[in-house]
C-alpha cells in the first residue's frame, strides 16, 4: 500500500529488454554504493570505531543512492531530508558518545558521513568514476591520517608560504590573464593566460621536489639528495654541493650528487614536453632520453666510486616565490620573442645562440619555447631542431655549473666534475651532429 504512490507516479512499462537493462544498471550502482560504504566503514571499523563503522557506512551510502532514485521521481527535496537526517543521527550518535565517557571521535568521522551520503547519492545520478575516486579518495584520507599529521608538523613557516605562494600564482593570478596572442609587430608569441600557465607547471614540478624533500633525513646520501635537488633545480644543487664538497672527504661525494641532479635535468625535459606538446614527444623524446640515459651512467659511475657518503641535504630555498615566478615568466617572454625573431631574421644558427644563451642558468624556459613554437604555425620550428636546441641549452648549463663546481668546489670535487661533465658535453654534441633528421 505505501508503494502505491511512487508506483502510480512510474513511467508506464516499455519492452522487457528496455525494463532488464535499466534494472540492471540500478542494481550495479547499488552495488557500487554498497562497496564503497564497504571501504570506508572497514577503514573506520580497523582504525578506531566511533559513530560510524563497517556497518553503519555502507547503510549510509545506500541511503543515499535510494534517496538520489527517490528524487528523480519526487524532487529534490528528498536528497535534502535525507541529508539533514543523516546529519541529525551523527549528531545524536556523537552525543551519546561523548555521554558515555569515551574519547572524542572529532569532526572526521561526522564529515566522512555526510561525505559518503553525498557519494552514493551521485553513483545513482552522476558518472560513476566520479564516484569511485571520491569514494576512494575518502579512504585514502581516513587511512593517512599519522602521515598527514606528521608531514604538517614537520613543515614551517616558510613552507607554509611556499603552498600559499603557488596558490596565489595559480589561483588568483592565472584566472585574471588575457588568453590573447600578444607581441610586437609581426611577432605575436606572447600569450600571458599560456605563459603563466607554463610558469606554474614549472613552479609545481619545483614545489614537489621540495615538498619530497621535507619527508626525507638531512642525511640523506648522494643519490636521494641529487634526486631532489634535480627535480626543484639542478643548478641551485650544484652551487650549493659545490659548497659544502670543502668538509674533509666529501668532494667525490658531492660530484656523485651533483651528477644525478644533471641527469635528473632530461627526466624534467621530458615530463616538460609530454604536458606542454605530447604530439612532439616520438620525435623530440628519443635523443633527450638516450643523453638522460648516458648521463645515468656517468652518475652510476660517480656513486659506485664516491667512496664515503655525501654530505647532508643542503638546504632548499623556497620555489615558489613571486618573485621568482616574475623573473621566469619574464625570462620564458623574453626567450619566446628572441626564438621568433632569430628564426625570422637568422635561421637555425640564431635560435642556436638563443638556446646557448638562454641555458646558461636554466634549460625550462628554452624547452617550452621551443615546444611552444614548435606549436605556432606563424613561427613553427620543426622536432628535429628543437631537440637540439634544448641539447645545446642542456650543455650550456653543464658550462655553468662546471665553471660554478670549478670556481666553488673542493679539488677532489674540481677534478671528477672536469671528467664527468666533458664526457657529457660530448654525448650532447655528438647526438646534435650524428643523430639521423
Not at 504512490?5 to 552495488?31: E, S
Not at 611556499?162 to 600569450?191: D, E, H, S
Not at 628572441?338 to 631574421?345: E, F, G, I, K
Not at 620543426?382 to 660554478?404: C, T, Y
Amino acid at each position: 500500500m505505501l508503494l502505491t504512490p511512487l508506483l502510480a507516479l512510474a513511467p508506464a512499462p516499455t519492452t522487457a529488454p528496455a525494463q532488464n537493462q535499466d534494472l540492471y544498471m540500478i542494481l550495479w550502482r547499488l552495488g557500487m554504493a554498497l562497496g564503497l560504504g564497504l571501504l570506508v566503514g572497514l577503514q573506520r571499523e580497523y582504525v578506531f570505531k566511533t559513530v560510524a563503522g563497517i556497518r553503519t557506512f555502507p547503510l549510509i551510502t545506500l541511503f543515499g543512492a535510494v534517496c538520489a532514485l527517490l528524487s528523480l521521481r519526487l524532487g529534490g527535496w528528498v536528497l535534502a531530508a535525507g541529508l539533514l537526517a543523516v546529519a541529525a543521527l551523527a549528531v545524536v550518535a556523537s552525543v551519546i558518545h561523548l555521554r558515555s565517557g569515551l574519547t572524542d571521535p572529532g569532526l572526521t568521522t561526522d564529515a566522512a558521513v555526510l561525505l559518503m551520503f553525498g557519494v552514493g547519492a551521485y553513483v545513482m545520478v552522476g558518472r560513476p568514476e566520479i564516484a569511485l575516486a571520491l569514494g576512494g579518495l575518502t579512504a585514502v584520507l581516513l587511512q593517512f591520517k599519522q602521515p598527514l599529521h606528521t608531514w604538517v608538523r614537520k613543515i614551517g613557516d616558510q613552507d607554509i608560504r611556499a603552498i600559499m605562494q603557488f596558490a596565489l600564482i595559480t589561483l588568483v593570478i592565472l584566472p585574471v590573464l588575457p588568453n590573447r596572442a600578444l607581441g610586437p609587430g609581426p611577432y605575436q608569441v606572447w600569450n600571458p593566460f599560456q605563459i603563466w600557465l607554463l610558469v606554474v607547471l614549472i613552479v609545481g614540478l619545483s614545489l614537489i621536489g621540495y615538498v619530497a624533500y621535507k619527508f626525507v633525513s638531512a642525511n640523506t646520501g648522494a643519490i636521494l639528495g641529487g634526486l631532489l635537488g634535480g627535480m626543484i633545480s639542478s643548478t641551485a644543487t650544484t652551487v650549493s654541493y659545490a659548497r659544502r664538497s670543502r668538509q674533509p672527504g666529501q668532494g667525490p661525494g658531492a660530484a656523485a650528487a651533483i651528477m644525478i641532479a644533471s641527469t635528473i635535468m632530461y627526466g624534467r625535459i621530458l615530463v616538460l614536453i609530454l604536458v606542454t606538446a605530447p604530439a612532439l614527444l616520438a620525435a623530440m623524446g628519443p635523443p633527450i632520453l638516450v643523453l638522460g640515459a648516458f648521463s645515468a651512467l656517468l652518475s652510476a659511475g660517480a656513486v659506485l666510486t664516491m667512496g664515503k657518503p655525501a654530505p647532508g641535504l643542503p638546504e632548499q630555498g623556497n620555489p615558489t616565490q613571486l618573485r621568482s615566478a616574475l623573473v621566469f615568466g619574464a625570462i620564458f617572454a623574453a626567450v619566446l620573442l628572441a626564438s621568433a625573431v632569430a628564426r625570422a631574421h637568422l635561421g637555425g644558427a640564431g635560435l642556436y645562440g638563443v638556446a646557448l644563451i638562454a641555458g646558461l642558468t636554466d634549460v625550462d624556459a628554452i624547452t617550452l619555447s621551443s615546444t611552444h613554437l614548435g606549436s605556432l604555425a606563424s613561427h613553427a620550428i620543426s622536432p628535429s631542431l628543437g631537440w637540439r636546441l634544448i641539447v645545446a641549452a642542456s650543455l650550456a648549463n653543464l658550462v655553468f655549473k662546471g665553471a660554478a663546481a670549478l670556481l666553488m668546489g673542493s679539488g677532489p670535487l674540481r677534478r671528477r666534475i672536469a671528467l664527468l661533465f666533458p664526457l657529457a658535453g660530448l654525448a650532447g654534441l655528438a647526438l646534435i651532429f650524428f643523430w639521423p633528421g
